[in-house]
């Protein structure tokens, strides 16, 4: 079953975003220490207004367990939506700048973190929660869904394009290559 994240499942969706983002989570808290990643991703989970809020968040759940979690914003409001988790990480982080590419825009629903337990991979929860987004998608007047893709991680890429997501452009995201895939909503 997949339903609207509540603020109680904050603990669980965060395992899964740190699972799913490996180095990146640990480059947003710049320390090795998966734990201290962890922890900041348990705390903007639980807040609102922010990109990785329980708010933009849908879970899949197996026996009432999180098996698998999708966080998805409107590409219009990534700015807004990432100015706490960025003012926050600057403040307790990092002593340079931080700043990251852009990775949506206006028209196009953001897949942000896709993630599913290894102990329930393989059972097509990836793909509902995915097909869950699109109609989330389709019900809000976006154009379009948009996710970007570890070029190092073709077996993922191999799933959106099943799905019916095709390449748009390359990007840069902390200077390590993706792919920018959409999936068009526009008949």
Not at 29 to 44: G, P, R, S, V
Not at 69 to 91: C, H, M, V, W
Request: negative net charge.
């Amino acid at each position: 079953m997949i339903r609207k994240a509540t603020k109680e499942d904050t603990k669980a969706i965060a395992q899964l975003m740190v699972a799913a983002m490996e180095d990146l989570a640990k480059q947003f808290t710049a320390t090795e220490n998966i734990a201290e990643a962890f922890k900041l991703f348990e705390y903007f989970c639980g807040q609102t207004q922010n990109q990785y809020s329980f708010e933009n968040t849908l879970v899949y759940l197996v026996d009432n367990e999180i098996a698998g979690s999708i966080t998805i914003y409107d590409g219009a409001l990534i700015e807004n939506l990432r100015r706490p988790f960025f003012d926050y990480i600057q403040k307790n982080y990092h002593t340079n700048p931080f700043e990251m590419e852009l990775e949506s825009g206006p028209g196009e629903l953001y897949i942000d973190t896709l993630s599913v337990n290894p102990y329930y991979q393989g059972r097509g929860i990836g793909q509902q929660l995915i097909s869950a987004a699109i109609e989330w998608a389709k019900t809000r007047g976006h154009q379009k869904v948009g996710l970007l893709v570890d070029q190092d991680n073709p077996n993922a890429k191999r799933l959106y394009e099943r799905l019916g997501f095709v390449k748009e452009n390359d990007r840069l995201l902390l200077g390590k290559p993706h792919e920018h895939l959409t999936y068009s909503l526009i008949d």
